[in-house]
Structures are given as C-alpha cells and as structure tokens.
C-alpha cells in the first residue's frame, strides 16, 4: 500500500483496494483533416507536422476533388467508345442499329495506383522529409450497349 491507499507491488502498476476506481487523468486526442493539393509539397507537410509534435499519422489518402464530374467523363469516354464499336460491328455485320433496348455500367470507381506506400511514423524530432510516391488516381467505366438492329 502506498501512503494514498493504494497497492502498488514492486516495479508495477498501482491498484485502488477492493476494486474501487480512482481516475488518474485523461488522455485527450484530436483529429483534423488536411487536404493538400500540390502533392509535390506533401512530404515537406507531413515533417514539419512531425516538428510539431505531431506522433500520430494515419490515412493518407489520395482522391480526386471533384468525383462526379471524372466519373461522368469517364462514362461519356465509354459510351462514346462503346457506340463507335457498335457502329463498326453493325457495318461489318452489314445490318443496320435502331433504338437502345438495354444499358448497363460497372467500375466508376476511383483507384489510386502507386509503386510502393509505406508511412511509418513520424518522429517528433527533426523529421526527415518522406518520400510520397507518385502515382495516378484512375477511374474506369465498364459499358454495355444493347441495340436492336435491322
């Protein structure tokens, strides 16, 4: 027992008797998001957050800022593809497309691609400035055009 009236065996953790619990303190987190875009300027950021104090990192992502609009391109891209295939199917085929009976897309999901990403932890020290590997976000849209043909 110590003179608070706790046990405290040697070289250990200190337990309140009879099960009884005493708060010791708090332990306070925080979490904020960054968005940085110039990439090339990422790896400056993530030391000088290490300057800071900063010990925990995590989620590093890489996203594209507005989503809808690259996946409508991507789609249009697609379709557009898909329509001129048709075309030439139909003329090699020597008949002719009427109407669209059936439409259906798959994919249009973003995917980053990267060599190789490996963060570790940042110290709170002089922080070496990280390495972040380029690579490409990459969104695809898988169509299938049904026409009727005469």
């Known amino acids: 027992y110590n003179t608070k009236g706790m046990i405290c065996p040697?070289?250990?953790?200190?337990?309140?008797?009879?099960?009884?619990?005493?708060?010791?303190?708090?332990?306070?987190?925080?979490?904020?998001?960054?968005?940085?875009r110039k990439t090339d300027t990422a790896g400056t950021i993530l030391?000088?957050?290490?300057?800071?104090?900063?010990?925990?990192?995590?989620?590093?992502?890489?996203?594209?800022?507005n989503p809808d609009a690259v996946k409508a391109e991507a789609r249009d891209k697609a379709i557009s593809s898909a329509k001129a295939k048709a075309q030439v199917l139909a003329s090699q085929l020597g008949v002719t497309l009427d109407r669209i009976v059936n439409f259906s897309e798959s994919g249009n999901s973003p995917i980053y691609y990267d060599k190789a990403m490996s963060m570790g932890?940042?110290?709170?020290?002089?922080?070496?400035?990280?390495?972040?590997?380029?690579?490409?976000?990459?969104?695809?849209?898988?169509v299938s055009i049904t026409y009727e043909i005469d």
């Open 121 to 142: 932890s940042v110290a709170p020290s002089a922080a070496p400035i990280p390495s972040i590997p380029v690579g490409q976000n990459k969104v695809t849209s898988n």
């Open 47 to 65: 030391a000088g957050l290490g300057s800071k104090n900063v010990t925990n990192l995590s989620g590093l992502n890489f996203t594209v800022e």
């Open 10 to 36: 040697a070289n250990s953790t200190c337990y309140p008797p009879n099960g009884q619990q005493t708060l010791a303190g708090y332990d306070v987190t925080d979490s904020i998001e960054v968005t940085i």
